[in-house]
């Protein structure tokens, strides 16, 4: 069983699963590339914790011990003896390569090299390294504390012990995991929200329904719990239409084009929630 998590990458995503891992039991090394990073991180971890304990679903004691459970570095072999590292950095392919190949040369053989990717496909990734059988896609959900979900990816040569130590992992800091087979752009999770919320554009831009009346049909026809506009506005509206064209891109799957108006938001800067503007207005 893995004993050490390594975390490379302090931001959102990282942080949040730095602080499952810690929480759940694990021994955390959290690793970015300057020390303000991982201060931002650790601070984000500290106020989530307090933020559970005020709610009565930590005591202040397990906290604290969570936290000194965590150690910060900003150098690499930091990493080089944990049993299952994590890689949270930016959505990058050649960063991620970069990585994977510095962490193939320094992590100990036999751990897991997994990564947080929403979207490149894990074989990509894996190529990289000697050891493409101990690369898995770990798919975490954000707020990472909060949502309950674990896509697991397969690249071409993951191994079945790969995708069981990183089940064990996800299932041990809470999650439900599902099994993606075949790492195909999107995956399963972004694949599907890709194709609602390309539909729900499409309906709002041509005029059919308006944006309160598509998401109001997804919420209370289906029991979704928020509606696809909405939730491309909390995503951000650039994030979704990136994702929605690398799947175009791929499959030339007409279903996946992104509406011309998705477009003309981003280059206007009405990205959703975090702009103040999306499909709705908030307020700042
Ligand atoms: N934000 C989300 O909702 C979400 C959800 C699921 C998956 N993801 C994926 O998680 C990954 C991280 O996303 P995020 O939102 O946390 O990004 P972020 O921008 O908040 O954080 C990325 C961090 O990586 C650090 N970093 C960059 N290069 C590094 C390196 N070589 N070594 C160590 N640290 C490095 C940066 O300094 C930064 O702190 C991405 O692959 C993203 O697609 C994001």
Known sequence: MAKQIAVVGAGLMGSGIAQVSAQAGYQVVLRDVTDAALERGLA???????????????TAAEAEAALARITTSTDLDAVADADLVVEAV???????????RALDRIVRPGAVLA???????????AAVTERPESVVGVHFFSPVPMMQLCELVRGYKTSDETLAAAREFAEGVGK??????????????????????????????SGVASAEDIDTACRLGFGHAMGPLATADLTGVDILLHAARNIYDETQDEK???????????????????SGQGFY???K
């Open 44 to 58: 984000g971890i500290r106020s989530s914790y307090e933020r559970f304990t005020a709610k009565g679903k930590l």
């Open 176 to 205: 439900t995991c599902v099994v993606v087979n075949r790492d195909v752009a999107g995956f399963v999770t972004t694949r599907l929200i890709s194709a609602l919320v390309v539909e729900a554009v499409k309906l709002y831009e």
């Open 90 to 100: 930016f959505e990058q392919l050649e960063v991620k390569q970069e990585l994977f």
């Open 115 to 125: 990564t947080n990717t929403s979207a490149i496909p894990i074989t990509r990734i």
């Open 281 to 283: 207005s908030y307020e």
């Open 256 to 274: 996946f084009a992104p509406p011309e108006i998705m477009a003309r938001m981003v280059t206007a800067g009405d990205l959703g929630r975090k």
